[in-house]
């Protein structure tokens, strides 16, 4: 089985940071792409960014030049780094990745999801 778990989410003011971490464990050969994904009260999951296994980087519109996405392979982690803050960018945080199995292919697995709220 696979696993992702966040970390770094909180209660921080508009203009503050957060930092959020998403590390893989269980058993599998590699993983692919890793991405934040973002769901709002009310909203649809949004993507967020997200970093090839080389490094290539993607984000939404609403999040360049605050957001930082950034990966550690040899830790199997993913980071998201995020600086200027809004309450707009209220909401559950999850990561995805997508990972090879040996035996079973390429699979998308998602975390639990760690809250984020921007509020004075």
């Known amino acids: 089985q696979v696993q992702l778990v966040e970390s770094g989410g909180g209660l921080v003011q508009p203009g503050g940071s957060l930092r959020l971490s998403c590390a893989a464990s269980?058993?599998?050969?590699?993983?692919?792409?890793m991405y934040w994904y973002r769901q709002g009260p009310g909203e649809q999951r949004e993507l967020v960014a997200s970093?090839?296994?080389?490094?290539?980087?993607n984000y939404a519109d609403s999040v360049k030049g605050r957001f930082t996405i950034s990966r550690d392979n040899a830790k199997n982690t993913v980071y998201l780094q995020m600086n200027g803050l809004k309450p707009e960018d209220t909401a559950v945080y999850y990561c995805?990745?997508?990972?090879?199995?040996?035996?079973?292919?390429?699979?998308?697995?998602w975390g639990q999801g760690t809250q984020v709220t921007v509020s004075s």
């Open positions: 995805n990745a997508r990972v090879m199995k040996i035996g079973q292919g390429w699979r998308d697995y």
């Open positions: 970093i090839s296994r080389g490094g290539s980087t």
């Open positions: 269980g058993t599998f050969s590699t993983i692919d792409v």
